[in-house]
């Protein structure tokens, strides 16, 4: 149980193109989704709680107008990179946290590449 | 604040070796502690956990006991296999009952040869 899945798992965009980023819990309820992003051979940047039904919470530095994020039911997130710029590829994991408990739940994460 | 320190890496050790990957914290109140496992183009995947002070958390041969006097959760096998072979994150979140953000150490890079 407790499977978080991504889509799509790579994509390639030109600049100044946005692109959107599913993050789907298949077998329970997230009321909280979190979007996290990664550089190579660092840590996790979390940057922002997605809460359903409500507006996202950003964490300092991160653009809310670049990074848009929709929490529209218990089981989905999604994340849009508008107006990608090559410094946007990373690597982008979504988490959930199941509705009655704390832990986290990772997906499997998305390669975003702009070329 | 809370914040996670780990041990820099990369490990390498040989199959079979005994493995030890340092990680303390600092955190207020009672955080709970968490091991995650990154594979090569994966997301993080839970190894082991553990809630509250002197719990042990364990998972395929992998431990890490919840020692508070010292602020640490050192993860701890006895025989490292080349599956093994990946990134390893110690992390935490406060116990607060809210949407509990998990505050994660830089990632420690496991490698085992043959």
């Known amino acids: 149980g407790a499977v978080v899945s991504q889509h799509p798992s790579r994509v390639i965009c030109k600049s100044g193109t946005s692109v959107k980023i599913e993050c789907r819990s298949l077998d329970f309820q997230a009321t909280t989704m979190f979007w996290y992003r990664q550089f190579p051979k660092k840590s996790l940047m979390l940057m922002a709680t997605?809460?359903?039904?409500?507006?996202?919470?950003?964490e300092q530095g991160v653009e809310k107008d670049k990074f848009l994020i929709n929490h529209a039911s218990l089981t989905l997130s999604t994340l849009t990179v508008t107006s990608a710029h090559p410094e946007d590829s990373s690597f982008y994991i979504c988490s959930a946290r199941v509705t009655s408990g704390y832990e986290q739940y990772f997906g499997p994460g998305t390669r975003l590449t702009v070329t | 604040g809370n914040s996670v320190t780990q041990m820099e890496g990369p490990v390498t050790l040989s199959e079979e070796a005994f493995l030890t990957i340092n990680c303390t914290y600092t955190a207020t109140g009672y955080p709970s502690l968490f091991w995650y496992v990154q594979y090569p183009g994966e997301g993080l995947q839970l190894l082991l956990k553990a809630t509250k002070a002197d719990d042990k958390g364990s998972n395929k041969g992998f431990e890490a006991t919840y020692r508070k006097e010292t602020t640490s959760f050192h993860l701890e096998k006895g025989s490292v296999q080349v599956s093994d072979s990946a990134v390893y994150f110690c992390?935490?979140?406060?116990?607060?009952?809210?949407?509990?953000?998990?505050?994660f150490g830089t990632g420690t890079r496991l490698q085992v040869t043959l």
């Open positions: 997605s809460n359903e039904g409500s507006k996202a919470t950003y």
């Open positions: 992390a935490l979140t406060p116990f607060t009952g809210t949407a509990s953000k998990l505050t």
